[in-house]
């Protein structure tokens, strides 16, 4: 994905006459990345488990509109924000008791639950209160360090950090990558997937309350239109940036590239007055072409160490 990076931004660059890698332009892609980077943390979290969540982007709207909701009955600021966190951790917390009690498939459970908060927050729009007018909230998403560099840019930036350290150099990164590659291996070893995958249900949430807060900031409403960044996003780029759908393997840094080069690639295209069909025929080939890597790159590795064997066993007896 990094080499699909660098030739595409040669390209686009090229193609754009340097405007593509001018700093006003890189400051709008990041900025675009910011929202959907919490999504792709917690998606990728879980996809290593081998979970995934399909209700993320609902549930990130869902606790931008809790707070607009309760800021306008006249909670405070870090009371609402407060107030989002804790309604996204029982969602999340929900989501696990039902694929976990209940037994239901991840697709399935948090599919029903997408749709479960879609519905409940068109009910509770009817009583209005969605506009958001807290001047903190208004400040922490359009604020600019230096006039130049928006302070969600650095929000982001740190925890993200925060979370490649707690995924490759903590006891509980090691749990995570254990109870995706080997479940059963894990429990046998004194491990406790299900405490794990509890905890990385309410994680995701509440990182998708941390996107809806901060989309809410930007816009000044909490609002379903204001999800923009789709219901596969997270997903998308955890598999463009080598996290696999079995689990155990796979990086936030390396789901940040795939978001990178989705966001890269989208942008570019729109530079170029090329038409929004082709970027998504284009991202879906590409999404096509990750999978294949990972699919054929297993396939090359096994057949690569087979000959090595097989040329190993000629030359000992040979010898």
């Known amino acids: ?22 700093w006003t332009n890189i400051r709008f892609i990041l900025s675009s990345m910011v929202i959907s980077s919490y999504l792709t943390c917690g998606a990728a979290l879980l996809m290593i488990t081998g979970c995934l969540d399909l209700s993320a982007s609902q549930t990130a709207a869902f606790s931008g509109f809790v707070l607009a909701k309760f800021l306008f009955i006249g909670l ?39 749709y479960i908060i879609t519905g409940a927050m068109l009910l509770l729009s009817r009583t209005g209160g969605g506009f958001v007018l807290d001047e903190t909230i208004l400040w922490i998403g359009s ?48 491990l406790n997937p299900r405490a794990t995958h509890y905890v990385l249900y309410i994680n995701n949430a509440i990182l998708c309350a941390c996107a809806g807060v901060l989309q809410a900031g930007r ?37 940040f590239v795939g978001l990178l080069l989705l966001t890269a690639v989208n942008n570019g ?9 082709i970027s998504s025929v284009i991202s879906g080939v ?9 699919l054929f790159g297993g396939v090359i590795k096994s057949w690569t160490l087979r000959v ?9 007896k040979t010898i």
Not at 2 to 12: Q, R
Not at 232 to 243: A, E, N, Q, R, V
Not at 269 to 277: M, R
Request: with cysteine; aromatic share 12%.
């Open 143 to 190: 604020y600019k360090i230096g006039g130049e560099v928006p302070i969600y840019l650095l929000f982001t930036a740190i925890i993200l950090a925060v979370y490649c350290v707690l995924l490759s150099k903590t006891k509980f990164g090691k749990k995570v990558y254990l109870t995706g590659g080997n479940p059963v291996a894990a429990r046998l070893s004194g």
């Open 76 to 114: 405070p600021w870090y009371g609402a924000i407060i107030a989002s966190f804790v309604v996204a951790a029982v969602i999340g917390t929900i989501n696990a008791f039902l694929i976990h009690e209940i037994n239901i498939p991840p697709f399935v459970a948090t599919l029903a639950m997408s």
């Open 269 to 277: 295209l729109v530079l170029l007055n090329v038409s929004s069909y």
């Open 286 to 294: 590409l999404l096509l072409v990750a999978l294949s890597i990972e």
């Open 1 to 22: 994905m990094v080499i699909f990076l660098t030739i595409f931004t040669v390209c686009f660059n090229v193609g754009t006459h340097g405007d593509f890698l001018e």
């Open 308 to 316: 090595a064997r097989k040329t190993a066993r000629v030359f000992v």
């Open 219 to 255: 816009l000044g409403v909490g609002s379903m239109s204001g999800v923009s960044f789709g219901q596969f996003m997270g997903i998308t780029c955890s598999i463009l940036g080598g996290i696999s759908f079995g689990g155990g393997r796979g990086n936030i840094a390396g789901a």
